[in-house]
């Protein structure tokens, strides 16, 4: 055991103390040298490699030698060389698309190797050309809508937004865009989402094993970063649809150094509502926007950002506007061969606005952060790596704000106690290959949360602001018994942590092997909602004296195999967590304009484990993988004393988001190069809800009872897409290139319950259940083009 320990430790300083040489660079796209993430880069005599990091940079050190260097990546012709390695070397490499080959070379097999040995598992990664060749609602292509087709993943159903990953709630979903958080993916209440598919490069979700770079959620990580930019020559391309447009420009700013990147998107279905004599308006508008330079070899700075705003209005009555918006400045420094590191300065807004005319007064909530992030990746060996780096993260919480738009009104302006926050964090993270056939990956992140002070904060009897009545065994709002004061650099109360994460691999073979991790993560912010998807309306608040922050603990293990020259590949994984600290609210909690949101929460678990299995083909003219999840997602909340009855009897309940069964098809198929078909199938479980299970009168009023929280569910949930994707000239060498898709959503019109309510009949005076359905059969039709 001291032996193996002592290996453990000094494996890195005997790899230093060998005769070894490193070469280094970045791969990018010979057209347009946008740098590309994840490329494979193999060197088949030694059994090993490295990949691109999310930058396009790449690091390995290997024995002075000859040897054959292998580059691969989807979509692009396969680069094979014979290298000399007697010396430090740092080469750049541009990769062709491989359409635009006549020769093209495959080489997949020591690239599966490489991810069999890898300790890196419960991620998922989507190219942005697969996402873009689903059939989708009204047309329009959705980064989250296709994310909820792979195994561990879904959604409350049609027209929600957010998504659900492994049994966790929305809120707990950390959404990066180029690094910076977005608090609403979505456009439209959920019909779209925020992410325009021609700006982004690269979509990674990581469900466990998560690395100690990324912190402050409990449930998944969606890395999304946008396209650089093309430094070489101007393009531009775009879509027509039937509801909705985009837009992208992207061209040098100085050639091969600089680039820049500029995309609209916008729907204008709004536009025709007067021809149907509708007041009604509902539309949105993004825009991404990217400047990228090359200072030198070992320099780059990038800026970019994102603003994206919906609004919704009921004739002159009511209007609704939310967005986010983003901003990133990026500095890439490479200090040596070896030694890569990003500096990131972002800043972070989420508004809601609200316009009520026929009150007369208006309501503004919102949640503003600024981000430093440091990170630094070292490439010590190719057999032990290290990522390290620190953040620091200021937030102002604004829970709202009414103020009235005339004399008359009646309504005096209220502003609701501004709460700020500030989070750090250190970690460290590496990848160490123990033996030729265990990996392991291992760090930990420390991150520490004040709560920083407010104008004024309630006290309360025995510091507890929620009460138990026993005598009508109900929850209340406790009553302060006074307040306190403090200036803004005051700190309220002081959170640690120390998250560790595991993960390891070890391969049975060439072709398989096992995977296992553990990851303990926090976080320190909290969505109140009443929903079981989250809605522009939902606040969110940091923890404090009276709301402690979630704390999860997660273990995983998996099984990964590739069949017939990796023709088809297999991931099967199980996972447990439990998170303490799960917020639940009391019956008739208030959550509009509360001032006192510690008085309707009650601290309580949550805990979800479950089965998925992901089995894609990949090669051919039909390709596409069948994912299926068997899971279990649960929530409790008991009583604090021996006497009170917690939440739902203290017993376990369904979380409104726990899916039993969830089954996606999704498969795509070439006849030719002109016509393709791409499908979807969908079945999951019905949501969780609540019925009620009989009624009274009291004083003349019919009163209905409640079964408990949870206890029954909407009718199972499945359907059919389809799309035809057609491109006239698919041979064509001119600069303009079009294609057509024609897609039909839900092909044999299931109406699909979001939700059942109950009413009297009027005519029988018998009570009645009605199902609302938001779609049935929708067809679409859009045009692509680039040029």
Do not use: C
């Amino acid at each position: 055991m001291k032996r193996l320990i002592f290996f453990f430790l000094m494996s890195p300083i005997i790899i230093l103390a060998q005769d070894k040489f490193t070469i280094s660079g970045t791969i990018s796209d010979k057209q347009s040298n946008e740098t590309l993430i994840g490329v494979t880069i193999i060197f088949p005599e030694l059994q090993t490699g490295t990949v691109t990091n999310e930058y396009g940079f790449y690091s390995i050190t290997l024995p002075k030698g000859t040897y054959v260097l292998q580059i691969s990546y989807l979509g692009y012709r396969t680069i094979s060389e014979t290298l000399v390695l007697s010396d430090n070397i740092q080469k750049n490499y541009q990769l062709e698309e491989a359409a635009e080959t006549l020769d093209e070379v495959v080489i997949t097999e020591d690239i599966e190797k490489l991810n069999i040995k890898k300790p890196q598992m419960s991620v998922n990664s989507l190219s942005i050309k697969t996402i873009k060749n689903m059939p989708v609602v009204l047309g329009e292509v959705d980064v989250i809508k296709s994310i909820t087709l792979l195994p561990g993943v879904t959604n409350a159903g049609e027209g929600s937004s957010g998504f659900n990953v492994r049994g966790g709630a929305a809120d707990q979903n950390l959404i990066l865009l180029d690094e910076a958080t977005i608090f609403n993916s979505s456009h439209l209440f959920g019909f779209f989402s925020v992410f325009n598919p021609d700006a982004i490069k690269d979509i990674k979700l990581y469900k466990g094993g998560i690395p100690a770079k990324y912190g402050g959620r409990v449930s998944s990580v969606l890395d999304i970063y946008q396209k650089e930019g093309n430094s070489s020559q101007f393009h531009m391309n775009g879509g027509i649809g039937l509801i909705s447009s985009r837009l992208l420009a992207e061209g040098p700013i100085k050639k091969d150094k600089g680039s820049f990147l500029l995309g609209g998107r916008s729907s204008y279905a709004h536009l025709f509502l007067p021809l149907f004599d509708m007041d009604n308006v509902a539309y949105f508008y993004d825009l991404n926007t990217k400047l990228s330079y090359r200072l030198n070899n070992n320099n780059n700075i990038f800026l970019s950002g994102y603003f994206g705003r919906d609004v919704f209005n009921i004739s002159d009555s009511f209007e609704n506007t939310y967005g986010n918006t983003v901003v990133n400045f990026r500095w890439n420094h490479l200090f040596s061969d070896k030694l890569f590191s990003n500096l990131s300065l972002i800043y972070s807004d989420y508004y809601y606005g609200l316009k009520l005319n026929f009150v007369q007064f208006d309501w503004e909530s919102g949640i503003r952060n600024f981000n430093l992030k440091y990170d630094l990746k070292h490439y010590i060996s190719n057999n032990f790596k290290l990522d390290y780096g620190l953040n620091s993260i200021y937030y102002k919480f604004n829970p709202g704000e009414i103020n009235p738009t005339t004399e008359e009104s009646g309504i005096n302006p209220t502003k609701l106690i501004d709460k700020y926050a500030l989070e750090n964090a250190i970690y460290i993270d590496a990848e160490h290959k123990l033996s030729p056939k265990l990996s392991v990956s291992y760090g930990a992140r420390l991150s520490v949360f004040h709560r920083l002070g407010q104008g004024e904060l309630n006290l309360y009897e025995n510091d507890n602001p929620v009460t138990y009545n026993e005598a009508t065994q109900v929850y209340e709002n406790a009553e302060p018994i006074g307040v306190v004061n403090y200036n803004r650099s005051d700190v309220i109360q002081t959170f640690s942590q120390i998250e560790p994460r595991l993960s390891m691999a070890f391969q049975l073979n060439d072709n398989s092997s096992i995977k296992a991790s553990y990851n303990r993560m926090s976080q320190y912010l909290h969505l109140l909602s009443n929903t079981s998807s989250p809605t522009p309306l939902d606040i969110w608040t940091p923890s404090g004296k009276y709301i402690k922050p979630q704390l999860l603990d997660q273990v995983a293990i998996g099984y990964f195999k590739t069949f017939k020259n990796n023709a088809y590949s297999l991931e099967v994984e199980s996972y447990y967590k439990i998170i303490d600290n799960r917020i639940d609210y009391i019956d008739g909690a208030n959550l509009i304009a509360n001032d006192a949101v510690e008085q309707i929460i009650l601290n309580g678990e949550a805990r979800a484990y479950g089965l998925e299995m992901l089995l894609r083909k990949n090669e051919g003219k039909f390709n596409g993988w069948l994912a299926y999840t068997l899971s279990k997602s649960e929530q409790k909340t008991p009583g604090r004393t021996a006497s009170e009855t917690g939440i739902n009897n203290s017993e376990w309940y369904n979380s409104s988001f726990d899916k039993t069964h969830d089954i996606s098809l999704t498969g795509s198929y070439e006849f030719n190069k002109k016509w393709s078909l791409n499908s979807n199938f969908i079945f999951q479980t019905g949501q969780s809800t609540t019925f009620p299970n009989g009624q009274y009168e009291y004083n003349g009023i019919i009163i209905p009872s409640y079964e408990s929280r949870n206890s029954s569910r909407l009718p199972s949930y499945h359907r059919l897409d389809i799309a035809v994707n057609y491109n006239p000239k698919p041979n064509s060498t001119k600069n303009f290139k079009g294609e057509w898709v024609f897609g039909i959503y839900n092909v044999y019109n299931r109406k699909n319950a979001a939700s059942i309510s109950f009413r009297e009949n009027r005519n029988s005076g018998t009570n009645e259940a009605v199902r609302l359905a938001i779609f049935g059969i929708v067809p679409s039709i859009s045009y692509n083009f680039k040029f």
